[in-house]
């Protein structure tokens, strides 16, 4: 007797969350593995790429075709968030680094907007360790904070629209590559992060 499949989660949220699964995983380690909260010199490694992630997203965040799919889009960046906790923390914004997102279709934008937004689920998490080192949603960990409306509520109204859209296969299919491209880009970021405060070392 075989097994069956693995079912396939209806709502596409569902499905981009289990597609992006193994990728989620291996970021959250790496993420552990640099130990941002141990010091405020290594939390500042984590904002240059969550700044350069951000940054990289600024293009999606501000353009009037997905704003007209959610309205609330440009509101929704944390790129300035990000600029700001560096300056905070005394330390240069980086340079963009090759690689970046360039012109993705509809499905692909979706796809790596569903991770930003996702992260801010997480967030809540990273914000209070945050406070450890002295650190709050108005100083040098802005980008942590909890947005307007309540983080649940923002990821909720994120979703019921991204559920409810009408994709074509193919749109499907590029959503799902670009989740999964987003965790891949923002895994290479944390790396040249750390790596470029292990050079300067």
Same mark, same amino acid.
């Given at each position: 007797m075989t097994a069956a499949p693995a079912e396939r989660p209806s709502l596409r949220s569902q499905r981009l969350n289990q597609i992006t699964h193994a990728p989620h995983s291996e970021l959250d380690a790496l993420v552990k593995a640099h130990a941002p909260f141990d010091s405020r010199a290594s939390f500042a490694r984590f904002v240059v790429a969550q700044y350069l992630f951000q940054s990289e997203l600024q293009a999606l965040y501000t353009d009037p075709q997905l704003i007209a799919i959610v309205p609330d889009l440009a509101q929704r960046c944390r790129a300035e968030q990000a600029r700001l906790d560096l300056a905070d923390l005394d330390t240069e914004a980086p340079a963009p680094l090759a690689g970046a997102l360039q012109t993705p279709s509809l499905g692909e934008a979706l796809g790596w907007i569903f991770v930003s937004e996702g992260s801010k689920l997480g967030a809540a998490f990273l914000i209070k360790r945050a406070v450890a080192l002295e650190l709050s949603d108005s100083f040098g960990a802005r980008h942590l904070? $909890?947005?307007?409306?309540? =983080?649940? $509520?923002?990821?909720?109204?994120?979703? =019921?629209? #991204?559920?409810? #859209?009408? #994709?074509s296969a193919e749109e499907e299919a590029a959503a799902e590559r670009g989740a999964v491209a987003a965790f891949e880009r923002f895994t290479t970021l944390l790396k040249h992060a750390y790596a470029a405060d292990a050079a300067l070392a």
């Open positions: 904070g $909890e947005p307007a409306g309540g =983080r649940a $509520e923002g990821w909720k109204q994120f979703t =019921r629209i #991204l559920d409810g #859209l009408a #994709l």
